[in-house]
């Protein structure tokens, strides 16, 4: 016990060294004048990215349910930090405290969301679960594209209608605008926050995956009837999965918010295929893989990027590497030949001919 311990503390070092490196990294290479600019813009989205792959493999890879509105918690968080940032920026002028109150708030209505989602959604399993959560995912976007909110000296106001109907007193200001959604947003997202809310959520996601509750709720993902037989409890803790995941995901919504002075709940940036692309990130960095998940969401992410040059060739080049990276990972030769040419094994192999 006390080696897999050993050995699990270790493998949470590496993960969390890995990501601080990346940092240090960039860091040294930005005040060198290394990094681009289109580079340098990619650093924030791709720790966002990174948090909500992280997020989801709770879901999908420690619970074992297949989650396809994972979106929807992002934008929740989203617009919920950035109606707060506006409605406080006279009350909190200190800006540290301002985004950091936001995040908290971001994650914390998504983590409200995520568990009055569950509550129902949860008693269902497999393809029926995918479809209810798409359609959360959807419902969600498509309401704030309906809400209006503002402000005046009587407090907020609140229509699905239109501005004009929130009967607001000439001075007001309408801060959600429906389609428009929120504009002038402080842009206080930076990639040394956005490290250390991805660090955060691996500590969070990591530790729960190694505690008691967390080995309840793998038992629940490998074989539901044998968990409910030793008596844990299905119900408390797929809602506690749930919910951690819905709040991650609306912490990577506050960052995401607060990386760009508007935001807009489109279908582009909040839509099924941002939850699609979530799942791609957790499957092909390994299902149940933490570390996969922000190398998977870190490589994808950047790699259209890189491949802009190639014009009308990049995505067909970026449809190449997914398939080679889903082949290298779950084809039988391909885990074969890992195994046979890991470093360990080599590593071991020349000891053992040495102590010969």
């Not at 008693?123 to 402000?151: C, M, P, W």
Request: charged residues 15%; proline residues 2%.
């Amino acid at each position: 016990m006390g080696k897999k311990l050993n050995k699990t503390a270790k493998s949470n070092a590496v993960t969390y060294g890995i990501v601080i490196a990346a940092w240090a990294v960039m860091m040294v290479l930005q005040s060198q004048g290394m990094v681009s600019n289109s580079i340098s813009g990619l650093l924030v989205p791709v720790c966002i990215y990174s948090i909500m792959a992280v997020s989801l493999n709770l879901t999908v890879g420690i619970l074992g349910d297949l989650s396809l509105g994972h979106a929807g918690f992002m934008c929740v968080g989203a617009f919920a930090s950035a109606l707060f940032t506006n409605l406080a920026k006279d009350a909190i002028p200190m800006t540290w405290l301002r985004f950091t109150l936001a995040i908290l708030i971001g994650a914390a209505v998504a983590a409200v969301f995520g568990f009055l989602i569950a509550i129902p959604v949860l008693r269902l399993s497999g393809d029926y679960l995918a479809i209810v959560t798409l359609a959360f995912g959807e419902i969600i976007k498509n309401f704030l594209n309906i809400l209006y909110v503002g402000k005046d000296s009587h407090g907020l106001h609140v229509s699905i209608k239109d501005s004009m109907s929130l009967g607001m007193e000439p001075d007001g200001v309408v801060i959600i605008k429906g389609p428009q959604g929120i504009t002038g947003t402080s842009r206080d997202a930076t990639f040394t926050i956005g490290i250390v809310l991805l660090l955060i959520s691996l500590f969070i996601v990591l530790r729960l995956i190694q505690s008691r509750d967390g080995r309840a709720i793998k038992a629940i993902r490998d074989n539901r009837i044998a968990a409910e037989s030793i008596g844990i409890h299905i119900t408390k803790y797929k809602l506690m999965a749930f919910t951690i995941s819905a709040a991650i995901a609306g912490m990577g919504g506050a960052l995401y918010a607060h990386n760009y002075s508007s935001l807009a709940a489109t279908s582009a940036k909040f839509g099924y295929n941002m939850s699609i692309m979530f799942l791609v990130y957790v499957v092909l960095g390994g299902i149940g893989n933490i570390r996969g998940s922000v190398i998977a969401a870190t490589i994808l992410y950047i790699l259209p990027e890189l491949l802009r040059s190639m014009q009308k060739y990049r995505m067909l080049i970026y449809a190449i590497v997914l398939i080679a990276v889903m082949l290298f990972s779950w084809s039988p030769a391909a885990r074969q030949f890992r195994e046979r040419y890991s470093l360990k094994r080599l590593f071991k192999k020349n000891t053992e001919k040495e102590d010969a």
